[in-house]
């Protein structure tokens, strides 16, 4: 037989109550049916874990090794079930990253924070380079999204315009541009 999630908290419900009757309510089950998944547990372990009277319940010996060990499988079995719903929802999991070394130390950040408050469970694995290899690691699936700037065409990827990098001239006060007020730079 194998030792189920069901069993490991209905053991742990009754040794916090101390009580079948308020375990049963606890795990919205019958009493009988409750004492049915002590039993089940009790033979599958192959001893007795609480000693029991009319009005409570006590933990034997056993029952006091197993019940921290329990707890803590019942406590990660929890979290890697509300972790799978979300992944399974999309509300967790990890991002992996390509971009400019210029966006990575200055809109990244921002976008990264806005992110996580809707998703915070998400993790992040950013990868920086120059816009050939953003394109390619996204190309090579080694990237689920890149940001890169200038003309990234590749027919293989689809290419989502988000804005325009406001660029600045920056050239000495005696130099002939700086009389003038905006410059082409094409």
Same mark, same amino acid.
């Given at each position: 037989? =194998? #030792?189920? #999630?069901?069993?490991?908290?209905?053991?742990?419900?009754?040794?916090? %109550?101390?009580?079948?009757?308020?375990?049963?309510?606890? $795990?919205?089950?019958? *009493?009988?049916?409750? @004492?049915? *998944?002590?039993?089940? $547990?009790?033979?599958?372990?192959?001893?007795?874990?609480?000693?029991?009277?009319?009005?409570?319940? &006590?933990?034997? *010996? @056993?029952? /006091?090794?197993?019940?921290?060990?329990?707890? /803590?499988?019942? =406590?990660?079995?929890?979290?890697? $079930?509300?972790?799978?719903?979300?992944?399974?929802? !999309? &509300?967790?999991?990890?991002?992996? +990253? &390509?971009?400019?070394?210029?966006?990575?130390?200055?809109?990244?950040?921002?976008?990264? *924070?806005?992110?996580?408050?809707?998703?915070?469970?998400?993790?992040?694995?950013?990868? =920086? !380079?120059?816009?050939? #290899?953003?394109? %390619?690691?996204?190309?090579?699936?080694?990237?689920? +999204?890149?940001?890169?700037?200038?003309?990234?065409? =590749?027919?293989?990827?689809?290419?989502?315009?988000?804005?325009?990098?406001?660029?600045?001239?920056?050239?000495?006060?005696?130099?002939?541009?700086?009389?003038?007020?905006?410059?082409? @730079? &094409?």
């Amino acid at each position: 037989m =194998d #030792l189920n #999630l069901r069993d490991i908290r209905a053991f742990v419900t009754v040794a916090q %109550a101390g009580n079948f009757t308020r375990a049963a309510a606890r $795990l919205h089950l019958s *009493q009988p049916a409750l @004492t049915v *998944q002590i039993r089940r $547990l009790e033979e599958i372990v192959g001893a007795r874990l609480f000693d029991r009277n009319s009005r409570s319940v &006590a933990l034997t *010996q @056993t029952g /006091r090794e197993l019940l921290p060990l329990l707890q /803590r499988s019942l =406590d990660d079995m929890e979290r890697v $079930l509300r972790d799978a719903r979300a992944l399974g929802e !999309g &509300a967790s999991g990890t991002v992996r +990253l &390509a971009c400019l070394p210029t966006f990575a130390s200055s809109v990244l950040p921002e976008l990264i *924070q806005s992110f996580r408050r809707d998703v915070p469970r998400a993790r992040f694995e950013i990868r =920086d !380079g120059v816009a050939s #290899l953003v394109t %390619a690691l996204v190309r090579n699936e080694e990237a689920d +999204l890149g940001l890169t700037g200038g003309d990234a065409f =590749d027919p293989s990827l689809e290419v989502l315009y988000t804005g325009a990098d406001r660029l600045v001239a920056v050239c000495p006060r005696d130099h002939p541009l700086a009389r003038k007020r905006r410059v082409a @730079t &094409a």
